[in-house]
């Protein structure tokens, strides 16, 4: 079955550090893949997709690019944010579907500190 | 335009209750997915309607079950609760689902304690 694997959390870095999630999956054909960010005490927000291999997807800093040799989709960001503190979680839907049935990862929680 | 709206934001029930959960989507979405949340899980897809019929379906017991209504609103019921229901369930809304292109809307969910 589809699965996605996380690296394990809890991240704690400084302020204006360079940030890498490391995401790597399992599904058959060409699934579309996804990260989601969780601020505390609210749901799930669509941070970045990609939909192809070789797409790379982006949103305020943060950018992944979706690597169908690897298998991973690795999230990145070059200088974090105390406001960037939360809950990451790395998706997948698989090939064929859109994305009402996404398979999540376990979340890395990270913690920017001043 | 107003979010995803879930109701209640917290329940408290007892072993062998049985819940229902609200959800209101995004006006003009027609799919609403539904997830559980939960620290030993982490989150969980547990069903999808679409145009009032359950298109998809992850694997969760038959207490656990949902509905669509012409408006798209949608409803989840668990039957029988057990303690391990305990969780956060969050619902999730996009105009069709079905198209890579599509962008999926999370509310903020439902905090259920079975005691």
């Known amino acids: 079955g589809n699965s996605v694997t996380q690296m394990e959390g809890p991240v704690t870095l400084s302020e204006e550090a360079f940030l890498t999630i490391n995401c790597t999956y399992t599904?058959?054909?060409?699934?579309?893949l996804f990260w989601y960010v969780q601020y505390p005490g609210e749901g799930l927000q669509l941070l970045l997709k990609?939909?192809?291999?070789?797409d790379k997807g982006s949103n305020k800093g943060f950018e992944a690019t979706y690597r169908k040799e690897t298998t991973s989709f690795h999230l990145e960001k070059g200088s974090v944010q105390v406001s960037d503190s939360a809950v990451y979680f790395c998706?997948?839907?698989?090939?064929?579907?859109?994305?009402?049935?996404?398979?999540f990862g376990t979340g890395t929680r990270l913690t920017i500190i001043p | 335009k107003a979010g995803v709206t879930q109701t209640p934001r917290y329940l408290i029930k007892t072993r062998g209750q049985q819940v229902t959960l609200s959800c209101s989507p995004i006006?003009?979405?027609?799919?609403v997915s539904w997830y559980q949340q939960t620290p030993g899980q982490g989150l969980q897809f547990l069903f999808e309607?679409?145009?009032?019929?359950?298109?998809n379906k992850g694997n969760f017991p038959g207490r656990f079950s949902g509905r669509q209504f012409s408006n798209s609103r949608s409803e989840m019921n668990v039957s029988t609760l057990e303690l391990g229901d305990s969780a956060l369930y969050l619902c999730?809304?996009?105009?069709?689902?079905?198209?890579?292109?599509?962008?999926?809307?999370f509310g903020p969910g439902t905090r259920l304690t079975v005691l």
């Open positions: 999730a809304s996009s105009l069709v689902g079905s198209a890579s292109t599509d962008t999926q809307y």
């Open positions: 599904a058959t054909g060409y699934p579309s």
């Open positions: 990609a939909t192809k291999a070789d």
């Open positions: 998706a997948l839907s698989p090939s064929g579907f859109g994305n009402e049935k996404l398979t």
């Open positions: 006006s003009g979405h027609r799919s």
């Open positions: 309607y679409f145009s009032e019929t359950q298109r």
